[in-house]
């Protein structure tokens, strides 16, 4: 199995990546659910995870919430009760701007916090949940602790997440890829699996997404070369330049299979 770097970067780092225009920048490209897919993925997820059906009254955490777009679905469209956690202060006062006066609104509750310190009580969720964010976080092993310690017995856990591919990367385009992004650490599919397990967890089931991955990345760099004069006159030309090339590298990652996107669900017996 190919070993993967992991990097130094902190929760301040990636704060700072949201705090600022980085945030802005990947609503842009990926709509305010800010992850691969949006909305069609968030009713994928929620369907495996069987947790689509209205009146189930069930509590859900959703771990790296941002925007609080899947919240606001997921409280909309199934009256999902959902807590959203995030550990940027600016992600959550935007959310909640977001929610209020929404019908639903009253379903919602944000919380600023850490992933790998869920400001929750034991057994407090149905549904512990997670869309394409977990990357951001370093100590992979005290995060699903986390997730299994805010977990009910019974409950499912829910979440999808950027991976490694089934081809190895070089150290040089390892540096650039995760830099870029500001990533400390990937895993595979194979790898969550693992993690998974060794918490206690049933795995329900696992997928690779890696080729809707790679197709959406080429709608990215679409979206962004379009709006090259906006992303210009509103964050500078260098910032466009930076992102394109991050993208495009992205882009080739994906499409050469190194880089890619899992789903998994499991349950807490
Ligand atoms: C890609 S966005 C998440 C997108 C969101 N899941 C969605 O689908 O709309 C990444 C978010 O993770 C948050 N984050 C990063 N590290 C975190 C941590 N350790 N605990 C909680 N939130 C974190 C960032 O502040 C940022 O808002």
Known sequence: MV????????????????AGPGGKLWELLMGEQIHVGGPEQTDLLAKKAGIDKVGQNLTLLDICSALGGPARHLAEKYGINVVGLDITPEMVLEAEKRTEGKPYEGKIEYRIGSGLDIPAHQNSFEVVWGQDAWCYIRDKVRLIEETWRVLKPGGVLAFTDWIWGSVGVSEEESDFLMEFMVFPDLQTLAGYVELIKATGYELVEKEDLQEDFAKHMDIYIDILQKAKPDIEAGFGAELYASAEEGVLAWQKAAHEKKVGRGLWIAKKP
């Not at 070993?3 to 949201?18: A, G, I, Q, T």
């Open 3 to 18: 070993e993967h770097k992991r990097y130094n970067f902190s929760v301040n780092d990636v704060s700072e990546v949201y």
